[in-house]
């Protein structure tokens, strides 16, 4: 739905976080890729709920559990591709974004 890096096409700068929204019926996965030494990606569901966030990499795969407001950090990001899938009570994947380049 939304990514930062469209719109800063020739700026140059390391003081730039990359903010993505991925939007699915019903939730809306706001998140920003912090680079302050080393990679953090920090989100949160949209309306918040508690979830088990998947974040899929090519080597790898993260969860972490989301706190009451939906928000949730992945910290020591690798850069490339990764995906991330929100999770249900029972385990199963509600929602699954696009692989997305970090």
Known sequence: MFDSAIGLVGVRSDDVDRHV????PGVEIEVVVIEEGRRRLVGQLVPPSVATIELVGADDVRSVQTDRLGRFTFD????GRVRLAVLDA???ST????WVLF
């Open 95 to 98: 929602v699954q974004t696009d």
């Open 21 to 24: 929204t991925f939007r699915a």
């Open 76 to 79: 020591d990001l690798p850069p």
């Open 90 to 92: 029972n385990g199963a």
